[in-house]
């Protein structure tokens, strides 16, 4: 409780106004993979019908993938802001974030200027993640939590749900590269569960064929990065 009130009180916009307005905004993350030791960029999206000025979020991150970097705000969100001179200028945002003992991360986003997020949809604050050198292949998941989008008249704010995508950490899969190079001809390409996706692919046309992701290839668990 002492860490939610430290928060808050760093954010006074986000203590105030009217909740329950689920389906105005709401903040998402896609799946991903990670190879032990790996780090990697990921976004966290907001999808806003209404104009967006403050949020806050709880990444809630399994124990084998810890935050590797402070977190940023995408500059194509920010929105804009005019200057002295009339120009058009990128507004300003704050973001404070706490790191809290069990590797959870509360973000806090604020407009300094009150001008709110540009854009209805895409990628708002960029997270970047590393997994733990020594992990099992395993499944987990990172949930968003304990969310609140802050309107742009500074009082209403909605609360979505929380959101969970899961994250793959495979520490037995071949990375693309490798196998394209051992490989030549056709093959086909599987889903971990077994569901074909592409077949008779030439080699070569793997990497940019494929979306990112874990695929089995010529019997061969394989990694695609992007």
Do not use: W
């Amino acid at each position: 409780m002492k860490n939610r009130c430290y928060i808050l009180t760093a954010a006074a916009c986000l203590m105030t106004g009217m909740g329950g307005l689920k389906a105005q905004a709401t903040l998402t993350m896609e799946s991903f993979h990670l190879m032990p030791g790996e780090t990697r960029t990921v976004a966290v999206n907001m999808t806003n019908k209404v104009p967006i000025r403050a949020l806050q979020v709880l990444v809630d991150l399994p124990d084998n993938v810890k935050l590797a970097a402070r977190p940023t705000v995408v500059s194509g969100r920010k929105g804009k802001a005019t200057d002295e001179f009339g120009g058009e200028v990128e507004a300003v945002k704050t973001l404070s974030y706490k790191v809290r003992d069990n590797g959870d991360c509360m973000i806090v986003v604020n407009a300094s200027d009150a001008i709110p997020f540009s854009g209805i949809e895409g990628a708002v604050l960029s997270l970047t993640l590393k997994a733990d050198e020594n992990s099992a292949d395993r499944s987990e998941e990172i949930c968003l939590k304990d969310m609140e989008l802050v309107y742009a008249d500074g009082i209403t704010y909605v609360r979505p749900d929380d959101c969970v995508c899961k994250v793959d950490v495979c520490d037995d899969v071949t990375d693309i590269e490798t196998l394209m190079r051992e490989l030549e001809g056709p093959v086909d390409v599987y889903t971990l569960g077994g569901m074909k996706v592409k077949g008779d692919i030439q080699v070569s046309d793997l990497r940019k064929s494929l979306p990112q992701g874990v695929y089995i290839i010529d019997g061969v668990k394989v990694y695609v990065r992007k």
